[in-house]
């Protein structure tokens, strides 16, 4: 049996790279500017998975130096309350970047309270002005983990112009905006969903190949083209040994990267990216905010 080739894309050290960076970056807008960028996160209800993000968001950001409220509503708010929460954050000026921690109860339409954000303090990027924005080429604030994938594959890659690029996945939170970068990077994207016919053709087609379809190990060794850089976004617990769960990708890792030239684990690949880059957005918000040159970060 031929043994694992890939390189390892190790997104927790780019990660808290990242984040140093950014805190780099906050140490000089505060002295030079006297700017503190800030973040609020709304928490509707007492999902568990979502109190663990927004503990780890809010814990993230104060090491960044930046500041950090959480807004916590019972899971009986109405939608006229999330919505007057969103508006007050808006109307805030020490506020930078809103985020409202999805899902919403049913009671609450998040389409509706998404759109209500200010589309400049947007840091997850998912207001419809942000998505046009970005689909026309415009500065958009970006989903924050479509960015971790692109920055990634360049990190491993270098520039990634003219490279063939398959998405498989087409959620407006990451499949359309990832495939958005990559357009913006040079790519010829191909983007792929449970309609695709030959979808392991397609997949053979890709340098780089970006899961993020949510059916655990779904994109096997045969579906990688040799060389190719594979960003899995996937995650999802699945019953291990001993009736253990343990976290796996949309990729089958151990066949993929017998094949891959570079491949993201899970975890530790894209997961621990997502926070890091809401941190940088939340710093580039500020800047544009406060009509300051954004840092390079
Ligand atoms: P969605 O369920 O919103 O979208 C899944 C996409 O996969 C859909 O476009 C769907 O196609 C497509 N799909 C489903 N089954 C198949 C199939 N058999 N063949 C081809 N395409 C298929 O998921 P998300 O985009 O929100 O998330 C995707 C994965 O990424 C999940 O595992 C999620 O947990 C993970 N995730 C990780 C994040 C992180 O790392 N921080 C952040 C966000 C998500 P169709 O449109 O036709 O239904």
């Known amino acids: 049996m031929s043994e694992q080739t890939a390189t390892v894309i190790d997104g927790k050290a780019f990660a808290a790279g990242l984040r140093e960076r950014v805190g780099g970056a906050v140490t000089t807008l505060k002295s030079e500017h006297n700017l503190t960028p800030g973040l ?30 959480e807004h916590r509503m019972p899971a009986t708010a109405s939608e006229d309350e999330v919505l007057a929460m969103v508006r007050q954050l808006n109307d805030d000026p020490a506020v930078h970047g809103i985020l409202v921690q999805l899902p919403l109860p ?23 002005i942000n998505a046009g924005r970005l689909a026309t080429g415009q500065d958009s604030l970006v989903p924050c983990t479509p960015v971790g994938c692109v920055l990634l594959a360049k990190d491993q890659l270098g520039s990634l112009s003219g490279l063939e690029a398959v998405v498989v996945g087409r959620s407006n939170i990451v499949g359309k905006p990832v495939a958005q970068l990559l357009l913006q990077e040079h790519c010829t994207v191909t983007i792929c969903h449970s309609r695709t016919r030959d979808l392991g053709e397609v997949c ?3 340098d780089i190949l970006i899961a993020a379809v949510g059916r655990p190990e779904m994109v096997t060794g045969d579906w990688v083209k040799p060389g190719a850089c594979v960003i899995d976004v996937g995650i999802n617990r699945i019953e291990g040994e001993g009736g253990k769960t343990r976290l796996v990708g949309d990729v ?40 300051v040159t954004a840092p390079d970060i």
């Open 40 to 69: 609020a996160v709304v928490l509707v209800g007492e999902d568990p998975a979502s109190q663990v993000y927004v503990r780890n968001k809010n814990k993230q950001t104060l090491e960044a130096g930046m500041n950090s409220w």
């Open 106 to 128: 049913d009671q609450i339409d998040s389409e509706k309270v998404i759109n209500t954000i200010n589309p400049d303090k947007d840091v997850d990027g998912f207001h419809v």
């Open 204 to 206: 053979r087609r890709a």
């Open 252 to 291: 089958d890792y151990a066949s993929a990267a017998k094949v891959a030239g570079s491949i993201t684990p899970v975890p530790g690949g894209v997961g621990p990216m997502t926070i890091a880059c809401l941190l940088r957005s939340t710093v580039l918000a500020a800047c544009a905010q406060a009509g």
